[in-house]
């Protein structure tokens, strides 16, 4: 079989591409998935009980992108949604980032801005080479915040301790010294109306575009031929893993229903020192749905399983690099997306990168 243009991955980096191949150069393209649905780990579904969950743990959308925000709105209307998330921190639902609200709930205080700016450059401590996430968390809030919001939360996500993993990680968190409670810092933020799934199949809306489900490239990659291969899977798989296996962390997913409207107080709460799981999402909370029932996902981190997130540490980022000299001589090939670049990409940054690969290397 041939394709001028085959896409591997129908998440949101194939996707993206797909739509892009179709719709602007009005080309066939194949787009082959493993899995049986579309949307990678942006899709969403309705349970048996018919609450819209998101299979693969919370996603709420926030850019400061504009291109990529209006790319994106073309497949679906928002609601406007601003995500806000509690930890659980000496038995209290505490404001998390860190903002006035939470440094005043925290030590029982009632400073203003200015006193908490104080109040947080008094506890930090100097480093004067940043080089760890660590070094990011002490230098910015010291200690005793590190050790109660950061610390423990970190070593469950990655089972490593923080001043192994590059300042990238830590530095998703905005500190604020104002009362903005937020999580996020970005101008766009919002909640596809009907769900990602809806959205991702808007995209791929054209009769150019086939998607193969229940495909893994392995298996029919010798039946197929092509012009270009847009491959979004983990990179190591591609090359048979000759330079080894790449690091890729993984998370368990556990739903639970339960017979009452409500939950918890908020979207997400984290549990950065207590129990297995690192946090709770209540799902009705992130879409505004009205149900009789609630759902909730409690997720346990761990090495086995899927490949969710890519390891930001000086070892891995090395042994990325030898798969990177590979891919440098590939003609045919192009690699996007959080798996394929073993990058810690939001979904904003993977329809970037697929925006910019198709005008650079297809159109
Ligand atoms: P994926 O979505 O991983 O898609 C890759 C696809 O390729 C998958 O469907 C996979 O099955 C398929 N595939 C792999 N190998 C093969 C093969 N051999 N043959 C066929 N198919 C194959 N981002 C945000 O912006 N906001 C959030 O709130 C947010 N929350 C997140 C929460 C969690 C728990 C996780 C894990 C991620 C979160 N993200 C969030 C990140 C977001 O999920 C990713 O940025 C985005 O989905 C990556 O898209 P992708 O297409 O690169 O990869
Ligand atoms: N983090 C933390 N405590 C928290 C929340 C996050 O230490 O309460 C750290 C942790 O290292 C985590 C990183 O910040 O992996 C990024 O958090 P984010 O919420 O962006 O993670 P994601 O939604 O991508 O899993």
Same mark, same amino acid.
């Given at each position: 079989?041939?394709?001028?243009?085959?896409?591997?991955?129908?998440?949101?980096?194939?996707?993206?591409?797909?739509?892009?191949?179709?719709?602007?150069?009005? *080309?066939?393209?194949?787009?082959?998935?493993? #899995?049986?649905? $579309?949307?990678? &780990?942006?899709?969403?579904? @309705?349970?048996? %009980?018919?609450?819209?969950?998101?299979?693969?743990?919370?996603?709420?959308?926030?850019?400061?992108?504009?291109?990529?925000?209006?790319?994106?709105?073309?497949?679906?209307?928002?609601?406007?949604?601003?995500?806000?998330?509690?930890?659980?921190?000496?038995?209290?639902?505490?404001?998390?980032?860190?903002?006035?609200?939470?440094?005043?709930?925290?030590?029982?205080?009632?400073?203003?801005?200015?006193?908490?700016?104080?109040?947080?450059?008094?506890?930090?401590?100097?480093?004067?080479?940043?080089?760890?996430?660590?070094?990011?968390?002490?230098?910015?809030?010291?200690?005793?915040?590190?050790?109660?919001?950061?610390?423990?939360?970190?070593?469950?996500?990655?089972?490593?301790?923080?001043? *192994?993993?590059?300042?990238?990680?830590?530095? #998703?968190?905005? $500190?604020?010294? &104002?009362?903005?409670?937020? @999580?996020?810092? %970005?101008?766009?933020?919002?909640?596809?109306?009907?769900?990602?799934?809806?959205?991702?199949?808007?995209?791929?809306?054209?009769?150019?575009?086939?998607?193969?489900?229940?495909?893994?490239?392995?298996?029919?990659?010798?039946?197929?031929?092509?012009?270009?291969?847009?491959?979004?899977?983990?990179?190591?798989?591609?090359?048979?893993?000759?330079?080894?296996?790449?690091?890729?962390?993984?998370?368990?997913?556990?739903?639970?229903?339960?017979?009452?409207?409500?939950?918890?107080?908020?979207?997400?709460?984290?549990?950065?020192?207590?129990?297995?799981?690192?946090?709770?999402?209540?799902?009705?909370?992130?879409?505004?749905?009205?149900?009789?029932?609630?759902?909730?996902?409690?997720?346990?981190?761990?090495?086995?399983?899927?490949?969710?997130?890519?390891?930001?540490?000086?070892?891995?980022?090395?042994? @990325?690099?030898?798969?990177?000299?590979?891919?440098?001589?590939?003609?045919?090939?192009?690699?996007?997306?959080?798996?394929?670049?073993?990058?810690?990409?939001?979904?904003?940054?993977?329809?970037?990168?697929?925006?910019?690969?198709?005008?650079?290397?297809?159109?």
């Amino acid at each position: 079989m041939y394709y001028k243009y085959v896409v591997v991955g129908a998440g949101l980096a194939g996707l993206t591409m797909a739509e892009r191949i179709a719709n602007v150069l009005d *080309e066939k393209v194949l787009v082959i998935e493993k #899995r049986n649905h $579309i949307g990678g &780990n942006v899709y969403d579904s @309705y349970n048996e %009980d018919g609450i819209l969950i998101h299979n693969y743990g919370p996603h709420i959308f926030h850019t400061n992108d504009q291109e990529v925000y209006y790319y994106l709105s073309k497949f679906t209307k928002w609601n406007d949604f601003w995500h806000r998330v509690l930890t659980y921190v000496d038995g209290n639902l505490i404001p998390m980032p860190i903002t006035v609200e939470t440094i005043n709930k925290l030590y029982n205080l009632n400073l203003d801005c200015t006193q908490v700016e104080e109040f947080l450059k008094k506890q930090s401590v100097e480093i004067k080479d940043i080089k760890t996430s660590k070094d990011v968390a002490l230098s910015k809030v010291g200690q005793d915040i590190y050790g109660k919001f950061f610390e423990n939360y970190t070593k469950k996500q990655w089972g490593i301790d923080p001043a *192994e993993l590059d300042t990238s990680v830590i530095s #998703r968190i905005p $500190i604020r010294y &104002n009362r903005d409670t937020r @999580y996020f810092n %970005d101008k766009y933020q919002g909640m596809p109306t009907h769900g990602y799934t809806k959205m991702c199949e808007n995209m791929a809306a054209n009769k150019n575009i086939k998607i193969l489900l229940n495909t893994d490239f392995k298996e029919v990659m010798n039946e197929i031929t092509y012009d270009k291969l847009i491959y979004t899977g983990p990179v190591d798989e591609y090359y048979n893993q000759k330079h080894g296996k790449l690091a890729y962390r993984s998370i368990h997913f556990e739903f639970e229903t339960f017979d009452q409207e409500e939950y918890q107080e908020a979207p997400v709460v984290n549990y950065p020192n207590d129990y297995d799981y690192t946090r709770i999402t209540e799902f009705k909370k992130l879409t505004w749905q009205k149900h009789e029932k609630t759902t909730i996902c409690k997720e346990f981190p761990g090495a086995e399983g899927e490949p969710y997130y890519p390891f930001p540490t000086k070892e891995w980022k090395a042994k @990325y690099g030898l798969y990177q000299e590979e891919m440098k001589k590939e003609t045919k090939v192009i690699f996007i997306g959080r798996l394929a670049e073993y990058r810690y990409y939001n979904m904003d940054a993977v329809v970037r990168r697929a925006l910019d690969a198709f005008e650079e290397f297809i159109k």
